[in-house]
């Protein structure tokens, strides 16, 4: 074997490893087509800030290198990668930095290195299990707001478990459920082997009987922060016509991967694929309102050992882009009333990792009335989990400074009223950095569709 | 339905597009990744139009007439650019050489230079990919008459960049010039050189500032008694990001939407006229159709063409190129004839087939760097044939 070839088959273990896709021609090569431009750390949200962190060309590519050849870098490296996906699509080479990155992650899990101290171990525990939270929290929401609004409690999940004591912890509320009808019989039973009806669904009481069905992905923050957002989302969906199938599903598993969790976030997702298969048998798309859960179901389910893997990717729609698609096949309803609204709008560093450009923005320049721009002024910081851990706090501030220093200027200046952003943790993190309001864009929809007046567009 | 879908979102690809745009089009910008303006030096090149037409087949003999039109309409675009058409304008190199220069980012303009007597150069700790020595050797063989002098600057806010052996780029140091932070440490230092100096006739030169990313550095600046001259940096460059961010802005602004991430995989087309692109987005693929499309994907460099031991291929079409006969030349910094591939195109900017001329597609145009037959580093007119067919064409989607 000569060098050549040794290089070369290092790069095919390497994109053995990463699961590259080899009828892509040129995608072993992956590792070489990184041309060392830089442009992935320029645009890292966190290694602008954190100057202990890396950077993505550093731990993604450049240590890739040095991990074929069985050199590791120091496990505390990666912490900072808040998987915001940012380098990904900076990359004009298409490297899959994030990929290389979560890679090692997972070794690390699975060879039990890299193990943070217990009580930061017990915390990550804890936070990538957003949706127990939220089953506890929901059981009595106020109760739970009240304990966690206490100064006292909030300095002892700090001193214990490392949960920043000033982070914006959402607020729990009603649990999210489309209808308390029980779902009849004999319709479950036509999606397949009666498994749904004992895991148990949700059908939406209107058009019940309508032959255009969606499953509808609701996601942790929907199902226990934001139940509202959820409702409106049915509505609009049952407005264009179509049956809202909400399966109960388990969390998509990204809370659980960022926190270190790989095992834990594949089961989650065995689980769900069991629920949706059935439909994506079907032919019915899975609609996900929210980006990061989206994201989840394109890019990491279709990879998982599960019936309906191979299914799951292309059946994903994120909201817009499924309203989006139907507006080019002349099957979106029109039927606007003018909003009187203006507002600025924040792509989530999820929603542009989907590749999908910016769906809701085309969407809501069709309604009469309603001005839109987007900021374009990068991350917010707080990636899921990360802005809520003590030693992670006033970095995710830092890393959203930008955003929030535009929205404000534009606020005062009258520019708009609002802020519009699909991702739940964004809509938390702006309002918490600027103290401006942030809402779901459906809320404008809903509104065009006079289903109801929001609140927050007022 | 869009009416213009322009692959590729460097420099010609978001010229095409904000012009479109303008003209009241809908116009949608899909990119692989961020493009190359944020790791290029922000410093753009026209060349010799007038020499460089008389070139057979350079992309000039077609768009150098609107050339100066694409001039004047970039700075309208980019008011943080200044230039002069027909008057050639000079910047620092990363290494304190001089070069020719027909747009410069604001604070670049190494012209009062030229008349300093004393020059002081700025050396902020730790900053990357900059060397003081050389800067102030090659500084010394420009302006020989002038007394050079280093002036070492440490930053507090950057001890833990130091203290973990991390180079700071120049795109932390200029946003830190903006912070509020920056702007005191700027004006104490402007202040602090300013009751130093000796004659009238000094010249700061300043890397790792970029008056153009922030209205409030500017502000510090032009109250300052003496020039102060910036650098342009190796990649990533706050210049170069500067003027993406610029572009970028103003075509959202206008109303276009940018999709970066996985480009234009393939494109359907039916008799003679493209209709639909593919994008392979997360999970699957999905498609965009448009009126007409825009070829921005440029070049080698772009990967808008690849080249392989047995073809020469442009990606999204599959287009005909013009491949030069040799590829090579000894002369390494000399003129490289594989420079000279890409696709001929008609007056229209139209793919064209380089046997027999025909047009092969009727709603593509092509520009930038996939134009056939010029040379950016030889005939220093990157910037200038980018702008220039990126202009035409966002007059013809």
Known sequence: MNRRDVRRDGDRQADNKLNLDPARGEDWMHLDACIKCGACTAQCPVAAVYPLFPGPKSVGPDAERLRLEGIALAPGCLAYCTNCKTCEVTCPSSVRITDMILQVRRQEQEAGTGKAICRLGMRDNLLGRAEYLGRLGTLWPPLANTVLGWKITRRLLEKTLGISARAPLPRYGRKFRTSDIVPLVGETQSYGRGETESYGCVKTDQNRRSAKKVVYFPGCFISYNDEATGQAVVKVLEHNGFEVIVPHFHCCGVPLTANGRFREATANAQHNLGLMQPYLEQGIPVIASCTSCGLALKEDYPRVSAPGAQRIGAQTYDLFEFLWVLHERGELRKDFREVQVSLAYHAPCHLKAQGIGTPSVRILRLIPGVKIQELDA????????????????????????????????????????????????????????????????????????????????? | MWDGLVIGGGIAGLMAGIRAQERGKRVLIVSVGTGSLAFAS?????????????????????LGETAEKAFSYFLQCCPSHHGVWGRTGMALTPLGTLRAADLLPEGLDASPLTHANRIVLVVPEGLKDFFPEVVKANLQKQFISSTIQLKRLRIEEFVDWQAVGKPIPDTVYAKFWCSEQGRETLKNLIGEMTRKMVSDSETLVFPGLHVAACPEVEKILAQAPLPVVEMTSFPPSAA?????????????????????????????????????????????????????????????????????????????????????????????????????????????????????????????????????????WVGHCGGGVSLTSGFLAGGLL
């Open chain 1, 378 to 458: 990068g991350c917010c910081g707080l990636s899921g989990s990360f802005g809520f851990k003590a030693e992670k706090y006033e970095l995710a501030l830092q890393i959203g400074s930008t955003l929030f220093q535009r929205v404000q200027e534009g606020v005062k200046e009258e520019a708009f009223q609002a802020v519009a952003t699909e991702c739940g943790g964004c809509q938390v993190q702006i309002e918490h950095g600027s103290g401006a309001p942030s809402l779901n864009p459906v809320w404008v929809l809903y509104q065009a569709y006079g289903l109801g007046i929001s609140s927050a567009i007022g």
């Open chain 2, 42 to 62: 922000g410093v753009l090149d026209f060349g010799r139009v007038e020499l460089l037409r008389q070139e057979e087949k350079h992309p000039y003999v077609l």
């Open chain 2, 240 to 376: 170069g990001q500067v003027l993406y961010d610029r572009l970028r802005g103003r075509f959202k602004a206008l109303g276009g939407e940018l999709l970066i991430g996985s480009g234009v995989e393939r494109v359907e087309v039916e008799s003679g006229q493209a209709r639909r692109a593919i994008v392979k987005s997360k999970g699957k693929e999905i498609s965009f159709t448009a009126k007409a499309f825009v070829l921005a994907t440029g070049g080698f460099f772009g990967r808008g063409i690849v080249a392989s031991s047995t073809e020469v291929r442009e990606t999204v079409f599959g287009l005909p190129l013009y491949v030069p006969p040799e590829w090579s030349e000894s002369s390494f910094l000399g003129a490289q004839p594989y420079a000279y591939t890409g696709v001929e195109v008609d007056h229209s900017l139209r793919p064209c087939d380089p046997v027999t001329g025909k047009v092969l597609l009727e709603n593509v145009f092509v520009v930038g760097r996939m134009l056939a037959h010029w040379d950016p």
